[in-house]
């Protein structure tokens, strides 16, 4: 059987924790950062969990996903 292709943007957008957990980085933080308050660019600029209704259709773009740094 042939090997099934990991979707390489999805490979770049997610990291996986070693316990399993998908994470992604949180929207709203690329520019116009000078009007947003200090506090609300230090909590965007954290990693946050995939939402349980996104969680399976990223689990299906990374067929290999397993722990790495």
Request: hydrophobic share 30%.
């Amino acid at each position: 059987m042939p090997k099934m292709k990991t979707h390489k943007s999805a490979a770049k957008r997610y990291k996986v924790t070693a316990s399993g957990k998908i994470q992604k980085r949180q929207a709203g933080i690329g520019h116009l950062l000078q009007h947003k308050s200090g506090s609300r660019k230090r909590r965007i600029f954290k990693m946050i969990g995939v939402s349980e209704s996104h969680l399976k259709l990223v689990s299906h773009e990374l067929p290999y996903k397993k722990y790495s740094r």
